[in-house]
């Protein structure tokens, strides 16, 4: 229904000559949707049967170590947002920009190997920001 719904979303709004940047949005939602469709399709093949049913299997005993990272990512995040206030008062936590959710970002991709820690020198507490870098990494 989801990709029926958005298919015929992008259809009226391509025959009205719609805001492109929103059309292509809506486009580009649909086509992902689609292309996930086709895997339950697949679930027809014997090949591919047991290899789609290993993948939602996966998905569902991955639900508690989601949670648990998650949990993990947004607790650095905070951690590091609200440390990020004491950097450079005259531009006011500029490494996340007031937006909790950079700091998510910036956890997020910390947590995968993306380490950057250029806006950590100018902070008083030097070293307080690389040793909770050193637990997020060895934790996450």
Do not use: C
Not at 54 to 62: A, C, L
């Amino acid at each position: 229904m989801i990709s029926l719904g958005l298919n015929l979303a992008y259809l009226i709004r391509d025959l009205l000559d719609s805001e492109a940047h929103a059309t292509r949005i809506l486009s580009s939602l649909a086509a992902l949707i689609m292309w996930l469709k086709l895997l339950y399709f697949l679930r027809l093949f014997a090949p591919t049967a047991a290899l789609i049913r290993m993948i939602v299997e996966i998905i569902k005993d991955m639900f508690v170590f989601l949670v648990i990272y998650f949990i993990a990512i947004i607790g650095f995040a905070d951690a590091f947002y609200i440390l990020a206030y004491n950097l450079n008062t005259e531009e006011n936590n500029e490494m996340f920009r007031n937006n909790f959710f950079l700091a998510i970002i910036y956890s997020y991709r910390t947590g995968l190997g993306d380490f950057v820690t250029d806006d950590f020198d100018s902070s008083k507490d030097l070293a307080l920001w690389y040793i909770l870098f050193l637990m997020q990494t060895l934790f996450i």
